[in-house]
């Protein structure tokens, strides 16, 4: 399935936080999971995860990594770095202070192996601007992710887009996450919040107002009016935010709409919380996202992205040998 | 979930001056102690006061007000942390209801904060 042209499946060991995080494998066993799962050969980590001292990367593990990939077979294919930018949460970083340590990132990434670079927009297009000479230098190309409740035309991703026909470089790309193109919110989340208690009438909201027309000009501005209309009802301010995640995690964008940016996509985060007793991602199109990147010309890596760790205990290795079923299935490779 | 995790299994010990307990990031990745605080510390539902605690992390140990003022130093997200309690001593083998609150503050998403309040009976080691 690997020599096939076009789109190329991979995991992000993100999707393994449960086994990780407990200690159940070491992120040498992961990988080795992966090549023995077959759900390689593309291989993402997130560095402040799996690297000890990021965003600096030893020689020593760099070489370890290296080894280890080219020995399992599998290819590094994205970093995922992050914008720290609240290190301290009543100081922001300066904007010099940013870019060095987006640029410690870059190195690390290249010293990794890994081709492609996902930022975050809290970095800024003036940061990725001025990161742009490293990138090109150690050959990584840098990856804005976009993430619910971002969209393509999103305000703040519209700035990155219009510095990105300026500078006009292959280096400077995006990474749609899918969890962007919901057309529900995950029946995962919803059991989640109905376990912890929380009224019924506080979900019906969240349901409620997640329909509601966005506004690309303030995607966050969902959240303040539901934030707003859950305190006039009395809900408290602990079971409204945990609610927050419906509209963080979740949004609304017509699976066509990817076509805009198509030629510029680096990298795909295949993002799920669910699979249904079909094998099929509940509130996630995959069978009409797929086909839209096919006809799209795409042809790099997505990786898996299971993120129900956050409300179950269940093993990601098998979420996501699941999630490569079916997307091989959608791609007729089954 | 991270939910299940935050205080680990076999992690209540006595000490001389008390007890300590290990817990863990609730989150996917290293964080900043800058970012981290320790909301709530309640044993057999009395809440323990913040100045009887002290955090542990990477060998070295601070009062709870003094996290903030550390964010060069990480949190690795597969390293325990312990809460040092001083003035309150558990019986070795006697079992307790041990309940802990960390929030975060993730410092790549401005204003959001996060929660995660963990509960377990733990026999003291």
Redesign the interface.
């Known amino acids: 399935m690997s020599n096939k042209k076009g789109l190329r499946l991979g995991s992000t060991l ?1 999707s393994f ?2 086994e ?4 159940q494998y070491s992120l040498d066993q992961l990988l080795e999971q992966v090549a023995k799962r077959n759900i390689g050969p593309g291989v993402e980590i ?1 560095g ?2 799996a690297i ?3 965003p600096h990367t030893s020689d020593e593990f760099a070489s370890h990594f290296r080894n280890l990939i080219a020995k399992l077979g599998l290819e590094p294919s994205c970093l995922g770095i ?9 100081q ?1 970083m300066t904007a010099d202070e940013s870019l060095a340590y987006h640029r410690t990132q870059i190195e690390s990434a290249a010293k990794l192996g890994f081709p492609v670079a996902r930022y ?1 927009f ?1 970095a800024g297009p003036e940061v990725i601007r001025r990161l742009l000479p490293t990138a090109e230098r150690l050959s990584v190309k840098l990856g804005l992710e976009i993430h619910a409740p971002h969209k393509v035309d999103s305000v703040e991703v519209m700035q990155y887009r219009e510095m990105y026909a300026k500078e006009n470089s292959p280096y400077l790309g995006f990474i749609p996450d899918f969890g962007a193109s919901a057309t529900a919110i995950s029946p995962a989340f919803l059991r989640y919040v109905r376990k912890l208690g929380l009224p019924e009438g506080l979900i019906s909201l969240v349901q409620e107002m997640w329909v509601e027309p966005d506004n690309p000009k303030n995607p966050h501005g969902k959240i303040e009016a539901f934030t707003a209309r859950a305190e006039a009802e009395g809900f408290p301010l ?1 079971q409204i ?1 945990e609610c ?1 995640m419906a509209f963080g995690l979740f949004s609304r964008q017509e699976p066509r709409r990817w076509l805009e940016i198509m030629p510029q996509i680096v990298h795909i985060h295949g993002k799920f919380h669910d699979l249904d007793e079909n094998g099929e991602v509940p509130g996630v199109p995959y069978d009409q996202l797929l086909p839209v990147f096919v006809e799209g010309g795409y042809t790099g890596f997505m990786s898996s992205e299971w993120e129900g ?5 269940e093993s990601g290795l098998e979420k996501v040998e699941a999630h490569h079923r079916l997307c091989n299935r959608i791609l007729g490779r089954s | 979930m991270f939910v299940t995790r935050v205080i680990t299994d076999g992690g209540l010990k006595g000490t001389r001056a008390g007890f300590s307990l290990d817990i863990r990031v609730p989150w996917y990745r290293s964080l900043p102690v800058s970012t981290v605080s320790i909301a709530e510390l309640k044993v057999d539902g009395q809440a323990i006061p913040a100045d009887d605690i002290r955090f542990e992390v990477n060998g070295k140990t601070w009062g709870l007000e003094e996290l903030r003022s550390h964010p060069e130093e990480w949190w690795f997200v597969l390293d325990s942390a312990f809460l040092h309690v001083s003035g309150k001593k558990l019986e070795p083998g006697s079992e307790h209801n041990v309940s802990v609150t960390v929030d975060i503050k993730p410092p790549y998403i401005p204003g959001f904060f996060r929660m995660t309040e963990c509960t377990k009976q733990l026999k003291v080691e």
């Open positions: 993100f936080t449960n990780y995080h407990s200690r997130v402040f995860s000890r001292g990021f992050n914008a720290d930018v609240y290190l301290r949460p009543d922001p975050q809290l602990v935010s927050f760790h956050f409300f179950s205990d």
